[in-house]
Every structure is written in structure tokens, then in C-alpha cells.
């Protein structure tokens, strides 16, 4: 991968080129980003004729991304879909606080102090819900949570080994769309497979399931 700039109404606007096995190039706009794949040896002026063309497609979608977090002094993290101001104060401490809108870090490793605090919260929150569904909805053993850095999916379950994880990314999102998580893995325990019989386990416990997971498919991760 190879990355460019070109100027946009008067914008300098950066892109990455992956040189591929492939006959005629392809633009996308993914997390903010114009990613162009092309085939071998396309020349760059090539590529930004068709970058021009396209200027008023692609712009309005760079404009629409707006990140989950920017993990910098004076940046903010989404915490359940509302915005918190990142004001670091560096004692080397791998702690942070909430304090109404602003998130004080204490260390210098920015983004690791943050996503520590951001694991916690939202394990709390994991235990809570799942102990509330295992109590009314599901008649299971309580399961070992873990959550991770996923590219691409939301959770997993590992029914052979009353496991399941989330994905760290969850924190960001509205609660009603963490819930829908929750269940689908959960229900994972008397589906493996996504059946309809599967899906008839979800809407049992969360009728509205199907607007939940549309809504959730729309977010890219
Ligand atoms: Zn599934």
C-alpha cells in the first residue's frame, strides 16, 4: 500500500493506492479514508483523473465519518453514543475519570489508559445484563466474558467453552444495540448456527430484534 494527496476544492485530501492482480481500479471511501485499489503499474495521474471525476461522490462520504474517539489531549471518546472531552494530565498513572463531560487520563499513553477505562466500563455493564438476562430470559451457567480488539465483528461465542467475547468497540454504540449483542451471542448457546430457529430464539426474548441488528449492520467496524 502506497499513500498519496491530492487537492480537493482547495483541500489536501491524503489516499492509499494497493497495487493488485485486477483490470480496472476501484475507489471506496472506508473509515474516512479514499482507498484505491488498481492494477499494477496504473500511473498515479491515471488514478487521480478518476479521483477528480468522482470528487463529488466521494467528498460528502469523507465528510460524513466522524470517529469514535480521537485519542489526544483535548480529543474525545464516544462512551454509549455520548461525546467526552479527553483532558490529559500525565502523573503516570494508568487511570482515568469521569468528571460530567470530560474524561481526565493520567498517563501519557493516551489511548491504552483510555481503552482500560473503556473495558471496565463496559464489562460492568456485560456482567450486569447478561446476570439480568440468565435470571428472566435464558436458563444457562453463567459464562466466561472476555472483551477484545475486533476488526469486522461485533462478538463470538464459544459454546463448547461457556465463553463468550465482545468486542471492545460495543462502548461507543447506543445500549439497546449492545443488548441485541448480548442476546445473539447468548443465544448462540441453544443455536450454534445462524438458523431460523436461531433467530425465533432472539425474537422469543427481543421482539424488535430485527430493527436492532438492521440499525447495527449499518455501522461499520
Ligand atoms: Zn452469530
Known amino acids: 500500500m502506497k499513500s498519496y494527496q491530492i487537492m480537493f ?40 483523473e478518476n479521483l477528480y471525476k468522482y470528487q463529488d461522490k466521494l467528498l460528502p462520504q469523507l465528510k460524513k465519518y466522524v470517529p469514535y474517539a480521537i485519542y489526544q489531549n483535548q480529543g474525545y471518546v464516544m462512551i454509549y453514543e455520548k461525546k467526552y472531552t479527553l483532558s490529559v494530565r500525565d502523573v503516570q498513572i494508568m487511570k482515568c475519570q469521569i468528571h460530567e463531560d470530560v474524561l ?15 473495558k471496565k466500563i463496559l464489562m460492568d455493564y456485560l456482567q450486569e445484563k447478561i446476570i439480568e438476562y440468565l435470571a428472566y430470559d435464558f436458563d444457562l451457567d453463567m459464562p466466561l466474558i472476555e472483551i477484545k480488539k475486533y476488526k469486522g465483528r461485533w462478538g463470538s ?7 463468550v467475547t465482545f468486542n471492545l468497540s460495543l462502548i461507543h454504540l447506543p445500549k439497546d444495540l449492545i443488548d441485541y449483542v448480548i442476546v445473539h451471542e447468548l443465544a448462540h448457546f441453544l443455536q450454534a448456527n445462524h438458523s431460523h430457529l436461531f433467530y425465533q430464539e432472539i425474537e422469543k426474548r427481543m421482539p424488535d430484534y430485527k430493527q436492532r441488528q438492521k440499525r447495527l449492520k449499518e455501522i461499520h467496524i
Open 9 to 48: 476544492n482547495q483541500e489536501l485530501i491524503s489516499y492509499d493506492v494497493y497495487f493488485k492482480n485486477m483490470k480496472s481500479i476501484r475507489i471506496r471511501v472506508k473509515e474516512g479514508r479514499i482507498q484505491v485499489s488498481a492494477p499494477y503499474y496504473t500511473p498515479i495521474s491515471f488514478i487521480e
Open 104 to 118: 481526565y487520563v493520567y498517563h501519557s499513553r493516551i489511548q491504552d489508559c483510555v481503552e482500560m477505562y473503556l
Open 157 to 163: 461465542c464459544f459454546y463448547k467453552d461457556n465463553k
